[in-house]
């Protein structure tokens, strides 16, 4: 991981020491953050270490690295079935956040290596997990976070960040899409010069999220018009795969790229359903596949059909929230072996962009959680609102997250970085 190396003495007397608290500062405009993000079925969890510079709307990412953990089969086992139990038991809780809290330090420790000697400038620690949501008789829902953050920070001693969706709920906010500006930070065009270039990020995980990040240079006192929305991802393909009792979709992944073909009666039957409604129940597109006759139908023909349709779908859900024609990138981030399926069917159903792997934005595939995480981490320490009104429903913006001090050193260092700041001045709306 490279850092950048501390600048020579330039001040007139080495002795001065205004002089020398200057320099010190100015050699600290690298910041250290780490993010992890906890897979939703508590199987792994994946981390990423972020080299940054700026700070609020000029954050600019200036390398990363990552790495991802199996957690432990117990752990997991137990984390599920409370998260499944409408009324946990309060003790087998607070046990199992503790035990999750400890599986996450050899992550933390791992990643802590790559910084060398400058581990010293490493900010903070921001999780994000799935989290118990818990529906009132009223229909109200609180939320609560998976981690033991006092655990986590008397382990690691650094100072850690956790229970973002809190507190975009305490305003009326739904605790979802929280990464969509941090998305926005790390990949849209915010050249300081000239930014013309509209792109559109695609996460396809069990669901699959889409994220248009409208150009900007960042200077403007407004968030950007950034827009999200949700449609069929993996759980869909799984499904589908599950169907025709098909599971080695890492052996066919090859192999469709060179022989597979759409199927035109299974493909027509499927976008005919899309377009009565985008949330329909997915055991109506498995009954689609039953009615059709599957003569001469191979493997890689089933995987491709659903490729092209996955794409045509995003196509058809980008357009309900911007006009594709005005796109010159669409970012892709998949967990599967389908990368280079669904880069060429999207170059072919987006014609005016070009489709990009996170991979070309200096990002890590399957990491971008993780990443956007340790993102927001700064915000915090940066007094900015991370959420978007917009796209939680809250009523305004608020900071997010909630900081449980590392050791002293690390404390005194996140303090000073929060002092140090002074951030723009706020609409009275927003900062009533």
């Known amino acids: 991981m490279f850092f950048p190396k501390p600048r020579k003495w330039i001040g007139s007397n080495p002795m001065d020491p205004v002089q020398r608290i200057d320099q010190e500062l100015s050699d600290r405009r690298h910041r250290l953050a780490m993010g992890l993000s906890i897979s939703r079925d508590f199987g792994s969890v994946h981390g990423a270490m972020l080299l940054t510079e700026g700070h609020g709307k000029h954050l600019r990412l200036k390398h990363s690295v990552s790495e991802s953990l199996e957690l432990p089969d117990t752990i997991r086992d137990t984390c599920r079935e409370l998260s499944h139990s409408d009324a946990p038991d309060f003790s087998a809780t607070l046990l199992a956040k503790s ?8 992550l933390i420790e791992s990643l802590k290596q790559n910084a060398g000697k400058y581990v010293d400038r490493l900010l903070l620690v921001a999780v994000t997990d799935p989290g118990m949501w818990f529906k009132d008789f009223d229909g109200h829902v609180s939320f609560t976070n998976w981690i033991d953050p006092v655990c986590l920070a008397e382990i690691t001693g650094i100072t850690t960040l956790d229970s973002f969706p809190a507190r975009d709920m305490a305003v009326g906010g739904s ?12 990949m849209a065009d915010r050249s300081k010069t000239i930014s013309d270039q509209h792109r559109l990020f695609v996460s396809m995980q069990a669901e699959t999220q889409i994220v248009y ?4 240079d960042g200077l403007e006192a407004e968030i950007p018009s950034i827009q999200v929305v949700q449609t069929l991802g993996r759980e869909f393909l799984d499904r589908v795969l599950e169907f025709f009792g098909l599971d080695q979709l890492q052996n066919l992944s090859q192999q469709l790229n060179i ?13 005919s359903l899309q377009s009565s409604g985008p949330f329909n ?25 659903s490729v092209v349709f996955l794409v045509d779908n995003l196509h058809v859900m980008t357009s309900r929230i911007i006009d594709p024609a005005g796109l010159t990138n669409v970012i892709i981030e998949t967990p599967y072996d ?3 399926s669904l ?5 072919r159903t987006f014609a005016s962009a070009t489709a990009e792997l996170v991979d070309e934005f200096g990002l890590k595939n399957g990491h971008v959680e993780a990443t956007g995480t340790a993102v927001l981490g700064l915000l915090h320490i940066d007094q900015m609102p991370g959420n978007i009104p917009w796209l939680t429903h809250a009523d305004s913006q608020r900071i997010l997250g909630r900081l449980t001090a590392g050791r002293p050193s690390n404390w005194r260092q996140v303090l000073r970085e929060m002092a140090d700041f002074q ?3 706020m609409r009275l709306r927003d900062a009533v």
Request: one cysteine or more; proline letters at 10%.
């Open 99 to 106: 035990d999750l809290s400890r599986a996450l330090c050899p």
């Open 175 to 186: 605790g979802q899409n929280l990464n969509c500006l941090p998305v926005w930070l790390m």
């Open 213 to 216: 990040l409208p150009a900007s």
């Open 259 to 271: 022989q597979g073909q759409a199927i035109p009666g299974l493909l027509d039957a499927w976008k």
């Open 281 to 305: 129940n997915l055991d109506d597109y498995l009954e689609c596949c039953r009615k059709i006759p599957f003569e001469n139908v191979s493997a890689a023909d089933i995987v491709r059909t």
């Open 338 to 340: 389908l990368a280079a």
């Open 343 to 347: 880069v060429n069917q999207i170059d």
């Open 423 to 425: 951030p723009p001045a």
